[in-house]
């Protein structure tokens, strides 16, 4: 089990999933059969997950940026792994998200978070 959680998949955790919200919107995408518009994508989640339209914008866009999703002429939306790497992360995803819920949000939180403390370090004054 503890496989699940190697470097390579916190790596791709903290650089695609900035909260549990995005991490439960990318499984959705990844387990729907059809392309979707980006409004259509967050009212399936809704009344469980509430995620704004700007915010669910900013998600779509980095899943896209990250090579998880593809637009179709149509600008709908698809579950489209530019590797298979990234493949087997979204399976391990969804994965963890059924047997260890618990872990996978804390380990969502506990990344994000040393992203928050590594950029207020980089403001703290040293005396000399």
């Not at 059969?33 to 469980?48: N, S």
């Not at 530019?82 to 969804?94: F, G, I, Q, R």
């Amino acid at each position: 089990m503890e496989q699940d959680f190697s470097d390579e998949f916190c790596a791709f955790v903290q650089a695609a999933l900035p909260s549990v919200d995005a991490a439960e919107l990318l499984l959705h995408l990844a387990a729907s059969p059809q392309p979707v518009t980006p409004a259509e994508a967050l009212a399936a989640l809704r009344p469980a997950v509430s995620i704004g339209e700007a915010e669910g914008s900013r998600y779509l866009a980095l899943f896209q940026s990250r090579g998880l999703l593809a637009a179709d002429a149509e600008r709908k939306l698809r579950f489209a792994p530019a590797t298979p790497d990234l493949a087997d992360h979204v399976a391990t995803l969804a994965r963890v998200y059924r047997q260890r819920p618990v872990t996978l949000i804390r380990l969502i939180y506990a990344l994000r978070d040393s992203k928050v403390k590594s950029f207020a370090d980089a403001f703290k004054l040293t005396r000399r």
